[in-house]
């Protein structure tokens, strides 16, 4: 091992789990997964895995998935051999060679006109899943945020309230919840610390919270594909429409970086040399 390392992982199965650890349990599920596949198909160590090893997984990858599942799997990979380098776990960062392949930008297709959005939260048939979807709308958070919010979050403001977001791996933020929201989130029962609960009382499960907005999209007839995070793009995209700057919106939305909120800019664009076009 290298004696100027930061880490005193000596094997691949322990620097993975380093490196998973400050991600959220999301992406550690997704990455447990994408890197148990890589390291099934390379069938060596991390520190014997070569660049042709890459770019045959590479290849193999656009036979068998979707160019968008292709680049997140790239991503990961290329993430881990990133970590292992900067902190010293291998010499020489393999993954550094390989691109992350392009794919077509398909945000505009994820995002729900504020009609739509409106049709899908009123098509719940309680008021917890209503309340539920409610504020993950208007207050664009992620689906894990809405699941993991306790009482102790929440706290009133003015004629609505404020919700501190905790979200393992990045910045804690507080969202300002709207009047109407408000008022739905104080009807909820108190029967334990996590505001939103099971028939059981346990935390709601992110999996039953995706199960009832596929249910309410089929029954509000809009796209069958619309998800937990089609109303978070939603949000985004209907803010900017309506005046809000970049940067309160990167503040909002939790983003680290400004150009990953600068996509929803191009969603629905505010002029375009085809106004210049006479036809």
Not at 43 to 59: F, G, K, M, T
Not at 103 to 116: I, N, P, T, W
Not at 179 to 185: D, E, F, H, N, Y
């Amino acid at each position: 091992m290298n004696i100027n390392a930061l880490t005193r992982a000596d094997s691949d199965r322990e620097i993975i789990l380093i490196w998973l650890g400050d991600k959220s349990r999301t992406t550690q599920v997704s990455y447990r997964s994408i890197v148990s596949q890589f390291l099934l198909f390379v069938a060596q160590p991390l520190s014997d895995v070569a660049l042709e090893d890459l770019q045959l997984l590479h290849r193999r990858l656009q036979l068998t998935d979707q160019p968008h599942t292709v680049a997140n799997k790239i991503r990961a990979i290329k993430s881990l051999f990133s970590f292992c380098v900067k902190v010293g776990y291998l010499q020489v960062n393999v993954g550094s060679f390989i691109k992350c392949p392009k794919v077509k930008d398909k945000l505009a297709e994820r995002v729900l006109s504020a009609d739509e959005c409106k049709k899908l939260i009123g098509a719940t048939r309680n008021h917890r899943a209503r309340a539920f979807l409610s504020l993950m709308y208007a207050c664009e958070l992620r689906v894990s945020e809405v699941c993991n919010l306790t009482w102790n979050d929440l706290q009133p403001h003015l004629d609505g309230g404020k919700a501190t977001i905790f979200r393992k791996g990045a910045l804690t933020r507080v969202v300002l919840v709207p009047q109407s929201v408000w008022g739905q989130l104080m009807a909820l029962p108190r029967s334990s610390n996590a505001v939103f609960v099971s028939r059981t009382g346990r935390p709601l499960e992110r999996t039953m919270v995706f199960k009832i907005v596929k249910q309410c999209a089929i029954r509000a007839g809009v796209s069958e594909k619309a998800s937990c995070h089609w109303l978070r793009h939603s949000h985004a995209s209907h803010a900017i429409e309506g005046g809000c700057n970049l940067r309160l919106l990167q503040q909002s939305l939790g983003h680290s970086k400004l150009e990953t909120t600068e996509r929803y800019l191009h969603i629905s664009p505010e002029a375009g040399s085809s106004q210049f076009i006479d036809i």
